[in-house]
């Protein structure tokens, strides 16, 4: 892949190498890139979410320690400096700290940090995305065997927010084995929760899907249990910010309580995460795992697109009411059928993952 991915790739339009990212604030409505060459842009892309979604945050993050090296000149000291700016951008996904300090971890020894900066931010990216395929191959084993269960053809499949390769580079996560699916011929139809506040179902899981042809409808973030207790969901796929030590996983607002629907039905429940997701600082998720808050107004104010093709925000609460907008919520071990990682299908336990992840 050598440094071009999906979502982000090294581009050379500007006077030196620089990053250039699909800005995700303005999907769907139009596809529009940016070039990050200074570290400060890449922080500012990543508060602002021009790129968004546990793993890309981390490659985006890699490649930002290469223009940051870059930009000190190769002085490793003054590096770390820029690195921790990097590495405080936002607070949920752990993605971006194992990217960072990996990074650094990799140039403390080096003799040409800015030439190694690129080749380490290079290597971690490739090896991301080909965890991404192996989680296609193994995610879409279950859907199939799913199928052969029910004995049908047709599977749906929910998910919530947006876990596909605008996430996670090259294929996602929750949506890899969607892909694997569509490639291998099953017929699959997925629910997009819209994803509120920022609607990241609604406008880019949705997009990603439609570019693919793939067959989904999306869905106010409420009617997932109401599909469930009428035979219409069979599954759920998601993706995570972070896995505790013992399984419990912080997600988008909202996954916990499709975790919950699920369970009261039977439902099974999967997170699909690379190795970079898990956190083994944390033992308990649903105590410890650091939840982003952010601005009110994402709550308060909504963007789209008008009768006349432009883009407006538009409030939609009362002018003086308060809202109070977390990021991300934690699904507890006890809910989850299974984690589907690049190394199988894992259960969400302390001694299982510690067995297959830490050897
Ligand atoms: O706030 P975002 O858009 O960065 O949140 C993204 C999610 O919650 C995704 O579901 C998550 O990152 C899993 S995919 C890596």
Request: one cysteine or more.
């Amino acid at each position: 892949m050598q440094g071009k991915y999906k979502a982000l790739w090294l581009s050379d339009d500007m006077f030196d190498e620089c990053l250039e990212v699909i800005d995700q604030r303005q999907l769907p409505f139009e596809y529009d890139t940016k070039y990050l060459s200074t570290t400060d842009e890449v922080v500012e892309a990543i508060k602002n979410m021009t790129v968004r979604g546990a793993g890309v945050i981390g490659s985006v993050a890699a490649f930002g320690i290469y223009i940051a090296a870059i930009e000190v000149y190769g002085d490793y000291e003054a590096l770390k400096e820029k690195a921790a700016l990097i590495r405080e951008s936002r607070p949920t996904a752990v993605n971006l700290m194992w990217a960072v300090d990996k990074m650094i971890s990799l140039l403390k020894s080096s003799d040409n940090v800015v030439e190694d900066a690129r080749k380490f931010a290079i290597e971690l990216n490739d090896k991301e995305a080909l965890e991404s395929q192996k989680i296609a191959e193994f995610g879409c084993d279950i859907i199939e065997d799913i199928l052969k269960k029910k004995n049908k053809t047709r599977i749906n499949i929910l998910t919530h927010c947006n876990a596909g390769w605008l996430a996670v580079i090259d294929e996602g996560t929750a949506l890899a084995p969607i892909y694997e699916a569509k490639r291998r011929g099953i017929d699959v139809h997925v629910w997009v929760d819209e994803t509120r506040p920022r609607n990241q179902g609604a406008s880019l899981t949705a997009w990603e899907l439609a570019q693919d042809g793939i067959a989904h409808t999306i869905i106010a973030d409420n009617t997932g249990g109401h599909l469930m207790q009428i035979g219409e969901v069979d599954m759920v796929i998601v993706g995570a910010d972070r896995v505790s030590a013992n399984g419990d996983v912080a997600n988008k607002i909202g996954t916990y309580l499709k975790a919950l629907a699920a369970h009261d039905n039977g439902i099974p429940f999967y997170v699909a995460i690379p190795a970079s997701t898990f956190d083994f600082e944390i033992n308990d998720g649903v105590k410890d795992i650091p939840i982003e808050l952010r601005s009110e107004d994402e709550v308060k104010y909504i963007r789209g697109v008008d009768a006349d093709g432009v883009i407006r925000e538009v409030r939609i609460t009362p002018e003086n009411s308060s809202a109070i907008n977390y990021g991300f919520d934690v699904t507890p071990a006890r809910l989850i059928t299974g984690l589907i990682t690049n190394k199988g299908v894992c259960e969400a336990d302390f001694d299982k993952i510690r067995e297959k992840f830490r050897g």
